[in-house]
């Protein structure tokens, strides 16, 4: 019975409380969820208020390591722990609490893409495909067995909003419920991750995406689509930061330098680059909110020969 199979949750945002939902709806025992603490003046965590809409027990530490966590998580009695987004640091003592151990989400095709933003990098590396792995953590960054994979394609025109929110999220919630169920009925697998096939990449921050003019068209659009939404492909205009969303791509010589403004339209931009050009639908400048292209180009006077990237 579900009943008999206790499960504590650790997660935060929108996942978390996906997952969460997913599991109580689906008849799970969920005996706890584990979060991080309220910050001042700002909205509780959506997968706080969820459990307490479900009746679900909520613990709140700052560091998941700290003894009085860990206690309070031991005391749960649980069988299964699951990870939804979490971004702290859960010591050993925690993740082999649970008689059934701890399982975890991780949005790529493990070992590829280790790491903590292993959706941006598979679209900026320029992949066909992604996908997502609910694995067994262990003491490493992503590297315990695996329980269950789902692939993606990523296509031209995705971004990383797209990847994520189209498929990796839901796709995960489903993959998460389901990887419970087989845990329970005993045919959940742990598959030794191929550490020859191993691959991993840091954050990627807005540093990271800072387009370099000599590169490809192709090189430049996988980069401004996989920082959209986050962190943002950036350039220069005029001296100023500026970065890019909502791009599409034309293939063929412009006959234009790399950077420069080959022609504005009622909705975009279009930048010439190596083998192609980008159109940039929006754009976000330094130290202002992000607006559609027009916008800016209205605000700087922007026309065809200007350059970014001076």
């Not at 699951?82 to 050993?92: L, S």
């Not at 003491?139 to 929110?165: A, H, N, R």
């Not at 420069?260 to 009622?266: A, C, F, L, P, T």
Request: glycine share 10%; with cysteine.
């Amino acid at each position: 019975m579900a009943d008999d199979f206790r499960v504590a949750v650790i997660g935060q945002a929108a996942f978390g409380e996906s997952v969460l939902n997913a599991l109580v709806e689906g008849g799970e025992n969920v005996v706890g969820v584990f979060c991080t603490p309220d910050r001042e003046g700002r909205p509780s965590d959506p997968i706080k208020v969820a459990a307490e809409k479900h009746g679900v027990p909520v613990f709140q530490f700052r560091r998941m390591r700290n003894q009085d966590a860990i206690d309070a998580f031991e005391g749960l009695n649980t069988d299964l722990c699951v990870m939804a987004f979490v971004t702290d640091i859960v010591p050993d003592a925690i993740l082999e609490a649970p008689k059934q151990g701890t399982i975890q989400y991780h949005p790529s095709l493990l070992p590829l893409h280790r790491g903590p933003s292993s959706i941006n990098w598979p679209i900026i590396m320029g992949d066909a495909k992604t996908g997502l792995s609910i694995f067994w953590p262990d003491k490493g960054l992503d590297t315990g067995p695996i329980l269950l994979q789902k692939e993606t394609d990523i296509t031209p025109d995705d971004t990383l909003g797209s990847v994520y929110f189209d498929r990796l999220f839901p796709q995960g919630v489903e993959a998460m419920v389901e990887s419970v169920q087989m845990v329970k009925n005993g045919s959940a697998p742990k598959i030794v991750q191929d550490e020859s096939n191993a691959t991993y990449e840091g954050w990627c921050r807005a540093d990271d995406a800072i387009i370099d003019w000599s590169k490809s068209v192709d090189e430049i659009y996988n980069l401004v689509r996989g920082a959209d939404p986050s962190p943002g492909a950036g350039t220069t205009f005029g001296g100023s930061k500026i970065q890019f969303f909502r791009a599409s791509k034309n293939s063929g010589d412009t006959g234009k330098a790399p950077g420069e403004i080959v022609s504005i339209s009622d909705s975009a931009f279009e930048v010439a680059a190596s083998g192609g050009s980008i159109v940039v639908g929006r754009v976000q400048a330094e130290g202002a909110r992000k607006v559609m292209s027009p916008e800016w180009v209205e605000s700087v006077g922007l026309k065809a020969g200007d350059k970014f990237g001076e």
